[in-house]
């Protein structure tokens, strides 16, 4: 499965964006799909993931209450909303998917940057 994520840009702090990572090759509603996230000099780092069925979400500390993650009725999409965010949110987003809920993410997307300014 090939991703294409999109959506990132420059916000002002308490602002919004949505990231879209869109699925071509198979169909997404196979794959677990997660987001993550790597700020300047840092490692990356989880964000949130759903499951096939999209009915079980998990999200970091640090996003939980602000960030959602959801599945297009079309099944091709996964978004990411992103509320109340934070200078500290600032990273390159990635997206991935794997067919498994335990087990490593093989497939990435290319990212998509994510600016906040304060």
């Known amino acids: 499965v090939q991703l294409q994520a999109s959506g990132g840009g420059l916000v002002q702090a308490g602002g919004s964006l949505r990231l879209s990572c869109v699925a071509s090759g198979r169909t997404f509603s196979r794959y677990v799909v997660g987001w993550f996230r790597q700020a300047p000099g840092k490692e990356r780092e989880f964000v949130t993931s759903?499951?096939?069925?999209?009915?079980?979400?998990y999200y970091a500390g640090s996003v939980k209450g602000r960030f959602t993650i959801s599945r297009s009725s079309d099944k091709n999409t996964v978004h990411l909303q992103m509320n109340s965010l934070k200078p500290g949110d600032t990273a390159v987003y990635y997206c991935a998917a794997k067919t498994q809920l335990a087990g490593e993410y093989n497939y990435w997307g290319q990212g998509t940057l994510v600016t906040v300014s304060s």
């Open positions: 759903i499951t096939r069925s999209g009915d079980s979400t």
